[in-house]
């Protein structure tokens, strides 16, 4: 049972226009979202995160929103950059619940295109 | 910062044997925490320690097993391995709550054949 779920497994976007990956969760229970890039042969690397008690947060080029209605939560990159091409991962926590980890989604392979 | 560390990169081990993973984390993080991603999945958590103790775990049986030491190393042992636990084993530090940015290491790649 996928608790957090990323249904684009890869994404095709020019460089310099904007990237939108999606994420979607069915546990209520998660209250804090991040999203992670990976490049190949590297750890997950944080890029950004947001509390449920907001809808959007911001940082440089990467926006996050989050729509709790929906449980749905978006990562957008503006301009997107060469250097953008990785895998995106979405996970989510219960801030409250313990020592429980982060749940992942299975991650967005983005490519972007020159 | 030093970064998160693991060793070794790449293991293969043969179905029923045991294994060691080695983590080491950031200078003045408490808390390690393991992850195995799987080919094609995102990483799934297996466990949580803090200031040496066990204090969080995934859905994953008891022959997954940790220890944490003073000098932010970690351990992750898996006995009787099975085919299925071939995998990237992810370990990440951080300062302590949930909401700390969790730093990984570059992972090592267990095969079991």
């Known amino acids: 049972d996928q608790q957090v779920k990323q249904n684009s497994p890869s994404l095709s976007v020019q460089e310099g226009r904007i990237s939108i990956l999606n994420c979607d969760y069915t546990?209520?229970?998660?209250?804090?979202f991040l999203w992670y890039k990976k490049y190949p042969a590297e750890g997950p690397t944080f890029l950004i995160s947001?509390?449920?008690?907001?809808d959007k947060n911001e940082d440089g080029r990467f926006t996050v929103f989050l729509n709790k209605s929906a449980k749905h939560l978006s990562l957008h990159i503006v301009p997107s950059q060469p250097g953008d091409s990785a895998v995106y991962f979405c996970a989510a926590t219960d801030s409250g619940g313990g020592a429980d980890g982060l749940t992942f989604g299975k991650g967005t392979h983005l490519i972007i295109q020159p | 910062e030093t970064g998160v560390t693991q060793s070794p990169t790449h293991l293969i081990k043969t179905r029923g044997q045991q294994v060691t993973l080695r983590c080491s984390s950031q200078s003045g993080h408490n808390t390690v925490s393991w992850y195995q991603q799987a080919l094609g999945q995102g990483p799934q958590f297996i466990f949580q320690?803090?200031?040496?103790?066990?204090?969080g775990r995934g859905n994953f049986p008891p022959r997954f097993s940790g220890l944490q030491f003073p000098n932010y190393s970690s351990e992750l042992n898996v006995n009787a391995l099975e085919l299925d636990d071939s995998a990237l084993y992810l370990c990440a530090s951080s300062f302590g709550q949930i909401t700390d940015t969790q730093y990984f290491g570059p992972g090592t790649r267990l095969t079991v054949l």
């Open positions: 947001i509390s449920s008690i907001k």
């Open positions: 546990n209520s229970m998660f209250d804090y």
């Open positions: 320690y803090y200031r040496e103790e066990e204090n």
